[in-house]
Structure formats: C-alpha cells, structure tokens
C-alpha cells in the first residue's frame, strides 16, 4: 500500500488517516499489508532546500522544521529561486551534486531528511497511525533503478523521440487538441523524470516485493498522472493479472471560506498545531460535560476525543470530496462524529463496569430479542460483514463509518429502552 504521504514541505493529513485505516482493515481481513511511505526527498527541489539551508545555517533550519514549518522552509527556498539567478545557479548545481553522490552533498540532504522525519514522527505518533521510518519508501530509493527501467522500455520499443526527450504514449490518452499525451521518461537534457521515478516503483513493487495489489493512496489532482504511469506499466508487461493498481484518490479539507484550509495568521495549517488544538478543543468540551475528572483523567479523555474527532472527521467523508473542517461539528456529541460514537462505546464499557460481569463471559449465552430496540440492534450486527466487505471492495472508509453511527444510534435506541443492569438475567 503505498502512501504518497509527505511531499518537499508537506505532509498530507488525508492520505495517513485513509492509508492507516486500509492498512488495518486489509490486514483484519486477512492480507499481508507491506506499507510504503513514498515521500519527495530528491530531484530540483532539494537543491534548493540544500542551498537555503546553507545560506541561513543547519541551527535555524533544524529549529524551522522542528516546529513543523515545513511549508515555510520549501516557500523561502522556492522564493530564492524565483527572484535570484544566483541562487538558480547554485540549487542547479547542487541537484548535479546530489544525483551524482557527492559526499557533502548527501551529508545535507541526509541531514535535511532526518530533521523532516523527526517531524513527521512527531505527527504520526499524536494520530496513533502504524507508519514508522522502516515504511519509509522515498523518491530516493529508486534512482538506482531508473537506468534499468529506461533500458526495458528501449529494448521494448515503447520510447518515442520528441524534442530530443524520451516519451512513451500509452493509449486512450489525449491533450484538448485531441493529441497524445507522451510520459516523458526522459528529458531532452538526459535527465530521469517524476514519471520514471514511479515506473521505477511499479517494478520494485511488483518484482521485488512480489505484491498482487497496489493502492496509491494520493490526492485527486495526480489521478491522469498515475493512470498514464499503470497504462505504461502495463504495455511493458509490468503490471499484468493478477497484479493490479489502484489510485485511492480523495479530495481537499477546505476552511470555513470553502478555500484551502488556512491558519488563523494565513499561513498552511502546521498538522502538529492542528492536533494540539483539537485536544485542547476536547479538553474544554470535557471539562463543561464532566466538571469532577481529575486532572490526567481529563487530559488522556481529551486526547482521544480531540484526535478522534480530527481522524474521524475524515474518514466519514466520501474520500473523493473536498470536506470543510468545522470544529464545532467535528466535536459535537450529537450526529455523526467521533464524540458520538465514543460516548456510546464508554456506556458500553459503563455496562460491563457497573454490572461487575466479564464481557467474555456472556459469550455463548442464549439471547432472547424480546423487544424491538434489541431486535433491530441485532440486525445491525448482522450487517458489520457486509459493511466492512463493501468497505473494502471500493476503499472507502466512509461506508464502514456511516455503519458504524447507524450501529450506534441502534445501540443508543437500545440503551435508552432496555435497562441492562436491571433485567432479570
């Protein structure tokens, strides 16, 4: 399952929470899940990032990342670039540097990944998701390949000459004058492209890890690019039955303007900000709702309900829509939401707790579904299979979710009408 998760600057809420979340449903199901956190860590961009770092000294840099501004750091880079030709000059040549594996030049950039990594740990450990550095499957691991790949595409006669670039056209694609659209595999300058760099995946991924289904857990907008990569892949006979490609595309978390979300100062959200507000959020909802929690009680409470409540939030919209992020929904205690569905886990835990009794040990006794409430929350267990089943087929977390508030409205009907620790048996 690869996670195009962290780009030069950025990391994607959506794509870890969705991934996270197939990765665990696949792996109950059965299957052999290998996670692969495919982040931009070579090519133009980090000569730029490489000479910015140098122009404003590894301490400032090593402090920007730290706390999360990452965004920060690639504009200031890419506004040098933009404005100077000097600075031009100088990234240019650094991106020799780095493709040729010049010592000092990886020392940086292994440096400058390390101090990226730091920060996304930091994220994934807060959203309690199962990424570590050993899924770690950058740009950067596939350069080696690329030479290879570019010979098999030659030797199979699907490279085309086109202003001196290498392109292969795979077909049913077309630009609005109704024209091929090439994958250029390789610039007029000899340079490999984005394009081979994911070639180069397909293979390792096929090839090496031996994997039957791979999903692509990447924005929307890459949909047309990751097709014409499958279509190639394909013609070369890379990507035959039964391996198969899967681009799980979703869309963008808008702020209240239905704009791109956006910090209160109008800078890109800092993912690590946005979950310590959500739990700072949280912890003001519980301490109005439940005044007597203890200090650590209240903060662990908090924790969960906040980053729950962002993950949820999330997971419950249809991947392939932009959503709008509004606290206030996303907190609240009623509809569909994570507050929701934690508060009718807690009585169920309430249940158990109060009555003193074992959950284990009701297994296997005789259930008599003497009332509707209980008849109608049975038939809802009933349909969990086909929910996650459904869930699964189309990679859509929002359909186990939607279940999920439905099972737990049930439940609510059911504890409202059928006091537990007052029935007979």
């Given amino acids: 399952l690869g996670l195009d998760d962290t780009q030069v600057g950025f990391l994607n809420l959506w794509s870890t929470v969705i991934g996270d979340s197939l990765v665990r449903m696949l792996a109950f199901v059965g299957h052999v899940v290998i996670r692969e956190n495919h982040i931009g860590d070579w090519g133009r961009p980090f000569g730029m990032l490489i000479e910015h770092l140098l122009d404003i000294g590894e301490d400032v840099a090593a402090e920007t990342l730290r706390q999360g501004d990452l965004d920060g750091f690639y504009k200031q880079a890419n506004a040098k670039f933009t404005e100077s030709e000097e600075f031009q000059d100088r990234a240019r040549e650094r991106v020799v540097l780095l493709q040729g594996y010049d010592p000092e030049t990886i020392a940086i950039w292994e440096r400058l990944v390390e101090m990226s990594n730091a920060y996304f740990n930091l994220v994934y450990r807060k959203l309690g998701v199962l990424l570590t550095d050993d899924d770690l499957a950058g740009e950067s691991r596939y350069q080696s390949l690329m030479d290879g790949v570019y010979a098999r595409l030659e030797s199979a006669g699907l490279l085309e000459d086109s202003n001196g670039a290498k392109v292969a056209f795979p077909p049913g694609f077309h630009n609005r004058e109704n024209e091929p659209l090439p994958v250029m595999v390789r610039s007029s300058a000899g340079a490999y492209m984005y394009a081979t760099s994911d070639l180069a995946c397909v293979v390792d991924r096929v090839e090496r890890l031996g994997v039957d289904l ?212």
């Fill in 214 to 425: 791979l999903l692509y857990v990447v924005g929307a907008p890459q949909a047309q690019h990751l097709q014409m990569v499958f279509e190639v892949c394909r013609m070369a006979g890379w990507l035959a039955p039964p391996a198969e490609a899967v681009h799980v595309g979703f869309g963008s978390v808008l702020g209240p303007d239905r704009k791109m979300l956006r910090s209160r100062s109008g800078d890109a959200v800092k993912l690590n900000e946005l979950l310590d507000e959500a739990v700072e959020r949280a912890a003001n909802a519980v301490a109005e709702k439940n005044p007597d929690l203890d200090a650590d009680a209240r903060a662990d409470v908090a924790r969960m309900i906040g980053i729950g409540a962002v993950k949820y939030a999330d997971l419950s919209t249809d991947r392939i829509k932009d959503y709008v992020f509004d606290w206030d929904r996303m907190l609240s205690f009623d509809g569909n939401t994570a507050p929701y569905l934690q508060y009718a886990h807690a009585r169920i835990c309430s249940i158990f707790r109060r009555a003193e009794f074992d959950r284990v040990d009701a297994r296997g006794a005789a259930i008599v579904l003497g009332v509707d409430q209980e008849r109608a929350l049975a038939q809802r267990l009933l349909k969990y299979p086909t929910a996650l089943a459904e869930t699964i087929a189309t990679y859509s977390p929002h359909k186990l979710c939607h279940y999920l508030f439905d099972l737990a409205q049930d439940f609510t009907a059911f504890y409202e009408h059928c006091p537990v620790a007052k029935a007979d048996e």
